[in-house]
């Protein structure tokens, strides 16, 4: 693959192409490599290599889901991308009274390392990067899978991929969290110096603003409350004792991308621009890799339609191609169909495809920032570099990001552009093709996955057979283990590893924790 995208280095005509182009009218930022990254992280943008083609994906059983990463992979993806169940992201088993009816639903259920081991067989860990959409119990899905590989006899320190662990967007904009802000904080840098010791090719958290684009934000929103998030989890990490430059290159950044085609090229580079800045003047960051804001895309979910959902193919389409004009360093393209349920095989294939698309015949990544010196997105950047920063010290003047989000500042700023936006789209200023302008009565059937009641009865009874076989002393005593861990300041995650060696469950262990951090409610903590 790296060699086809290097035979690129020309138009289809044979015209040659430079690996970036400077602009001779306007003042030119650096180029792209270079501080503050505002034209990519790389030198040669994608000559090198292309982004990572990682389709999102997760449903029903493990033994389903692996189904479909085999799948995936056969037809060209590149990465791994893993959605867990509601239950598995909020910390209970698929037997608990709180998972009935959602076993399954929004992605795979994971209770136990006898889970993990039949999501990832046949899969190479230490060849295939793999993404896990997993923030509460982040660090429980990470221990699971590291445990998985060595039972391959596949070192920790080969393992790569990124979990997203970004616990400060779940109460703004998400929902699905656990414990309050503080301990939840801990998790997160337990985690970067967990893995800064034992798994140093893994980026350890996604600091996500798409789920705060998707509850309604704009894009300056999107770019300031992710990096104040992103500051929150570098000031706990160094105020942990972690040296700044000991896991800032490990962190990655998880951004939406919307319809406003320009708009979105420019947020990107806005973003690099101002986290740049951030770690070099405010952590006093010297490696590199530590100013170098990399970034997992994934196209807009809040824009896809049930109306006419083949109307989605194109907004896809070029919601994908900023993201790569933009300079992502992995996709996600949505399916179709995921207005009206999880993605069906055939959808997430022509997902896919649209990617090798633009990656294999428009030619738009054989030049790093193709768009770097347009009047409009110089314009556009530097416009949402000033909306993102004034943002940014309104963030500062309430304490920083955990401060911000407990007194609701997040969600109000949140909330009213989301009411704006729907405004908008109710009296049609905003069209929406096939819902506000341009509709059509005579709706085409489209397929669509369904998750039975069936797959939560055989869940159950999967995880009742590990309950059976394990030896539960030693299970009990692991579980103590944590629950005492977590009254104290050691890191959580070598005694959370080893009771899920034991087969404790994820639901045994969050619920030791939840006895001693309580669970977060809006408004208080019980």
């Known amino acids: 693959m790296t060699e086809a995208w290097q035979d690129g280095a020309q138009t289809e005509s044979g015209l040659p192409l430079e690996p970036f182009y400077g602009g001779t009218d306007t003042p030119d930022p650096p180029p792209p490599g270079q501080f503050p990254y505002t034209r990519g992280v790389r030198a040669d943008g994608y000559r090198g290599r292309p982004w990572t083609m990682r389709q999102y994906a997760g449903f029903g059983s493990a033994e389903q889901t692996n189904e479909r990463f085999q799948y995936l992979l056969a037809a060209g993806q ?5 959605a867990f169940d509601l239950p598995t992201q909020m910390g209970y088993d698929s037997d608990d009274v709180m998972a009935r009816g959602e076993v399954g639903k929004v992605g795979v259920a994971i209770d136990s390392l006898d889970d993990m081991d039949m999501l ?9 990067t793999t993404s896990m959409t997993i923030n509460a119990p982040a660090a429980l899905l990470l221990l699971l899978y590291e445990l998985v590989a060595e039972r391959k006899g596949i070192s920790a320190s080969a393992l790569g991929g990124t979990v997203q662990n970004d616990i400060l967007k779940e109460y703004a904009a998400r929902g699905t969290f656990i414990f309050p802000p503080r301990p939840s904080m801990r998790l997160v840098t ?3 110096a967990y893995c800064a010791e034992r798994l140093p090719r893994w980026n350890t958290i996604s600091i996500s603003g798409y789920h705060i684009r998707e509850a309604g934000a704009t894009a300056p929103q999107e770019i300031a409350f992710t990096i104040a998030n992103g500051i929150a989890y570098v000031q706990a990490a160094v105020d942990a004792g972690l040296a700044v430059d000991s896991f800032a290159p490990r962190l990655s950044f998880f951004f939406n991308v919307s319809n406003d085609f320009f708009e979105e090229v420019a947020k990107f580079r806005a973003a690099r621009t101002i986290w ?27 824009t896809l339609t049930a109306q006419q959902p083949l109307n989605n193919v194109v907004r896809v389409s070029i919601q994908a191609l900023a993201a790569v004009l933009g300079g992502a360093q992995s996709l996600h393209t949505n399916s179709y169909d995921e207005a009206l349920a999880l993605p069906s095989q055939q959808a997430a294939e022509i997902a896919l495809r649209t990617q090798q698309v633009i990656g294999f ?33 309104r963030v500062d003047e309430r304490g920083g990001a955990v401060s911000a989000i407990e007194d609701g500042f997040y969600q109000h700023e949140i909330q009213d552009a989301a009411y704006r936006h729907q405004r908008l789209v109710e009296n049609g200023e905003r069209v929406i093709v096939g819902v506000n302008r341009f509709t059509d009565s005579s709706q085409r059937e489209v397929e669509i996955l369904r998750v039975g009641a069936e797959l939560e009865r055989a869940q159950v009874e999967r995880l009742e057979k590990v309950r059976a076989r394990r030896d539960a002393a030693a299970v009990v005593r692991a579980v103590d283990a944590v629950r005492v861990a977590a009254e104290g300041t050691d890191n959580l995650l070598p005694v959370m590893r080893t009771a899920l060696a034991a087969d404790a469950t994820v639901g045994e262990i969050c619920n030791a924790l939840r006895d001693v951090f309580g669970v977060y409610r809006p408004g208080g903590d019980i």
Not at 78 to 82: F, K
Not at 280 to 294: E, I, N, T, V
Not at 363 to 390: F, K, N, Q, Y
């Open 276 to 302: 740049a800045g951030v770690m070099r003047d405010r952590f006093d960051a010297h490696d590199p890799r530590s100013l170098a804001l990399r970034f997992h895309a994934q196209t807009s979910g809040a």
């Open 361 to 393: 015949e428009s030619r738009a990544a054989t030049v790093a920032d193709p768009l770097g010196g347009s009047h409009l997105v110089e314009r556009l950047t530097a416009d949402l570099i000033d909306a993102a920063r004034a943002l940014m010290v």
């Open 120 to 128: 990832m067989r046949g899969i190479p860990q230490d060849q295939v």
């Open 78 to 82: 590149t990465g791994l991308s893993c």
């Open 190 to 192: 337990d985690t970067f």
